[in-house]
């Protein structure tokens, strides 16, 4: 088996074992669990927590001290088994607690991959930048089938249903409980990955040729000096700000399509039998969005292209919130999944060509962790604690209704502003660098 088939194949296990659960998980905690807005927000704030420092010292572990594909299948075989206890877990404060060291486990998992993919690719004298994208969009692809997988087999069957009657057994024995099977599906792809990646190419330690290296340097945090930009720092606020917008979209997007059954002539409708396979067209979408960003930045360039995401997340928050399982409503349901990818990558994309065009080559790499530490970190802290808090405190019922169309009105709102603020504040002017990053890009 050539490598580019085995790093593909690590690609789609990859993002398949989290796509099993993180949109489908506000489902689980609002309508099985019965949790509060305060208790379900705290809960997934665990990715932005262990965003915020686990990548980096993992990172120095696998610079120092550990191969790195028997880190990256350590991680993973640790992962399974977490999740395998989480589908047994009732309890909000004991499922945070429990679902943060899976977290802590899996987010240094989503950087050690392409550290993976990069090392290996290069070891066999690959174009990187031409041959990892194809590897990369098949990670897309494992969380588009996670997402069907679920949505089609967790509320049906047992995972180990060979039949009813030994699944009915197996399901007994185990203590499963149905609505729980997203936890097992990704837990048993997360030690199949993690035996998988040991028989990968060793990549073993790197030593550092500058001995003088310190510990803050290792971690990247002289990024941090970048906060002196004005510009840099401006452009890192707005990341965080933005990156609680992506939060909410995986936090409630299934959940607010599966409320519809609370309507009784919306019950049986396809938006609440196939909610998660509805919200994977976003998904499909950043698929095919990711093909359009060279002539977007070529056509507007980068301050534009950023313009247009914030736009499309009013777009994607604004469509859900009129959005119904029939009629006008289902299209606007449909046309909020597109315009997700353009919202996710367009920011992520000609955000990283911002960084890499506007900082010192030295500390390239840190202010690229710096970038995402902003986003997936601190914006994933802020926009599940303050939403969840919001939802609770404003928009939801005494019996457990939730008044969505108000909820994506503020979010939405909330899109427009922090949109109107970059477009007077960012002040950034089109470069010679930036050109020939994207005609990188471009080929």
Same mark, same amino acid.
């Given at each position: 088996?050539?490598?580019?088939?085995?790093?593909?194949?690590?690609? &789609?296990?990859?993002?398949?074992?989290?796509?099993?659960?993180?949109?489908?998980?506000?489902?689980?905690?609002?309508?099985?669990?019965?949790?509060?807005? $305060?208790?379900?927000?705290?809960?997934?704030?665990?990715?932005?927590?262990?965003?915020?420092?686990?990548?980096?010292?993992?990172?120095?572990?696998?610079?120092?001290?550990?191969?790195? $594909?028997?880190?990256?299948?350590?991680?993973?075989?640790?992962?399974?088994?977490v999740l395998?206890?989480?589908?047994?877990?009732?309890?909000?404060?004991?499922?945070?607690?429990?679902?943060?060291?899976?977290?802590?486990?899996?987010?240094?998992? %989503?950087?050690?991959?392409?550290?993976?993919?990069?090392?290996?690719?290069?070891?066999?004298?690959?174009?990187?930048?031409?041959v990892f994208?194809?590897?990369?969009?098949?990670?897309? *692809?494992?969380?588009?089938?996670?997402?069907?997988?679920?949505?089609?087999?967790?509320?049906?069957?047992?995972?180990?249903?060979?039949?009813?009657?030994?699944?009915?057994?197996?399901?007994?024995?185990?203590? =499963?409980?149905?609505?729980?099977?997203?936890?097992? &599906?990704?837990?048993?792809?997360?030690?199949?990955?993690?035996?998988?990646?040991?028989?990968?190419?060793?990549?073993?330690?790197?030593?550092?040729?500058?001995?003088?290296?310190?510990?803050?340097?290792?971690?990247?945090?002289?990024?941090?000096?970048?906060?002196?930009?004005?510009?840099?720092?401006?452009?890192?606020?707005?990341s965080m %700000? %933005?990156?609680?917008?992506?939060?909410? +979209? =995986?936090?409630?997007?299934?959940?607010?399509?599966?409320?519809?059954?609370?309507?009784?002539?919306?019950?049986?409708?396809?938006?609440?039998?196939?909610? +998660?396979?509805?919200?994977?067209?976003?998904?499909?979408?950043?698929? %095919?969005?990711?093909?359009?960003?060279?002539?977007?930045?070529?056509?507007?360039?980068?301050?534009? *292209?950023?313009?247009?995401?914030?736009?499309?997340?009013?777009?994607?928050?604004?469509?859900?919130?009129?959005?119904?399982?029939?009629?006008?409503?289902?299209?606007?349901? *449909?046309?909020?999944? *597109?315009?997700?990818?353009?919202?996710?990558?367009?920011?992520?994309?000609?955000?990283?060509?911002?960084?890499? +065009?506007?900082?010192?080559?030295?500390?390239?790499?840190?202010?690229?962790?710096?970038?995402?530490?902003?986003?997936?970190?601190?914006?994933?802290?802020?926009?599940?604690?303050?939403?969840?808090?919001?939802?609770?405190?404003?928009?939801? &019922?005494?019996?457990? &209704?939730?008044?969505? $169309?108000?909820?994506?009105?503020?979010?939405?709102?909330?899109?427009?502003?922090?949109?109107?603020?970059?477009?007077?504040?960012?002040?950034?002017?089109?470069?010679?660098?930036?050109?020939?990053?994207?005609?990188?890009?471009?080929?």
């Amino acid at each position: 088996m050539n490598i580019k088939l085995r790093l593909t194949i690590m690609s &789609f296990m990859q993002f398949f074992v989290w796509g099993a659960w993180l949109t489908t998980l506000g489902t689980y905690g609002f309508d099985i669990k019965k949790w509060s807005g $305060e208790e379900f927000g705290a809960v997934f704030s665990t990715l932005g927590i262990a965003a915020i420092f686990m990548p980096a010292l993992m990172g120095v572990i696998a610079d120092k001290w550990l191969n790195l $594909e028997r880190l990256y299948g350590i991680l993973h075989i640790i992962y399974g088994f977490v999740l395998f206890y989480l589908a047994n877990t009732t309890e909000p404060t004991t499922f945070f607690w429990v679902l943060l060291l899976a977290m802590c486990c899996y987010m240094p998992t %989503l950087s050690l991959s392409n550290s993976l993919s990069y090392t290996l690719l290069k070891r066999s004298n690959y174009d990187v930048i031409k041959v990892f994208p194809p590897i990369r969009v098949w990670g897309t *692809v494992g969380f588009i089938v996670a997402m069907w997988f679920t949505n089609l087999f967790s509320d049906v069957y047992s995972p180990w249903d060979f039949g009813k009657q030994i699944g009915q057994a197996i399901s007994d024995f185990t203590g =499963n409980h149905i609505n729980s099977n997203q936890f097992y &599906f990704a837990g048993v792809g997360s030690i199949f990955l993690g035996i998988y990646s040991f028989f990968l190419p060793k990549c073993e330690p790197q030593k550092s040729s500058e001995k003088s290296t310190s510990f803050t340097k290792r971690l990247g945090l002289d990024a941090f000096k970048l906060f002196g930009n004005y510009n840099i720092a401006l452009f890192f606020i707005f990341s965080m %700000l %933005l990156g609680a917008s992506l939060q909410l +979209t =995986n936090m409630y997007g299934d959940t607010f399509l599966k409320d519809f059954k609370n309507i009784p002539e919306y019950a049986d409708s396809i938006v609440v039998r196939y909610s +998660t396979i509805i919200i994977s067209i976003s998904q499909v979408s950043e698929t %095919l969005f990711i093909l359009a960003i060279p002539f977007f930045l070529r056509k507007f360039g980068i301050k534009k *292209v950023m313009l247009i995401s914030m736009f499309a997340w009013f777009l994607r928050f604004g469509l859900f919130a009129i959005g119904a399982p029939t009629g006008f409503g289902l299209l606007a349901i *449909v046309l909020s999944n *597109v315009v997700y990818g353009m919202a996710f990558d367009f920011f992520n994309i000609s955000g990283s060509l911002f960084v890499e +065009t506007s900082t010192d080559s030295k500390i390239r790499s840190s202010a690229q962790g710096l970038f995402m530490m902003m986003t997936n970190g601190f914006g994933s802290i802020i926009g599940s604690s303050l939403s969840g808090f919001i939802i609770g405190k404003y928009f939801t &019922f005494g019996n457990g &209704f939730k008044n969505w $169309e108000g909820i994506w009105f503020v979010f939405a709102i909330y899109a427009l502003i922090i949109t109107i603020f970059f477009a007077l504040m960012f002040k950034h002017k089109h470069t010679r660098a930036e050109e020939e990053a994207i005609n990188k890009i471009s080929h």
